[in-house]
């Protein structure tokens, strides 16, 4: 049986609260909340914990798609390349300036893009957008 999961971007206005959303949808039941970090949404994707218990057959849909979709577009995501940037010793700055290059150059992934590319790697969630 599917089960079906909403994330509702009305709640969503920034990554405190994206990440806020995600918690609360996907953590409801759990004792600790997943970090501000696309690695930690991947980790949630695979299940195990939270709402997802593992390779489940997941619905998805995402409410106010297209708000969140700009929300964390090419400025947000110049952003958080640039604060990257400012921690040298945590992140491989050659990579980050390859990636904004790369995004400069309309090629790259915006933020709200990996978070796509990473749902749509999880064969089992179908996302469904409203």
């Not at 994330?7 to 759990?30: C, H, P, T, W």
């Not at 979709?69 to 980050?96: A, C, H, N, R």
Request: hydrophobic fraction near 40%; charged fraction near 25%.
């Amino acid at each position: 049986m599917t089960k079906k999961i909403c994330i509702n971007g009305n709640n969503i206005s920034d990554k405190e609260s994206l990440y806020q959303e995600i918690n609360r949808v996907f953590m409801a039941k759990e004792e600790w909340k997943i970090g501000e970090s696309l690695d930690a949404l991947n980790d949630l994707f695979y299940g195990g914990f939270g709402l997802i218990s593992g390779n489940e057959p997941i619905e998805l849909t995402w409410k106010n798609f297209d708000h969140n979709k700009e929300l964390f577009g090419y400025d947000f995501t110049m952003e958080f390349y640039q604060e990257k940037l400012k921690q040298p010793k945590v992140f491989s700055t050659k990579i980050i300036q390859q990636n904004i290059r790369a995004l400069e150059n309309g090629t790259g992934l915006t933020y709200f893009d990996m978070i796509l590319e990473m749902i749509a790697d999880h064969k089992n969630i179908t996302l469904i957008i409203e």
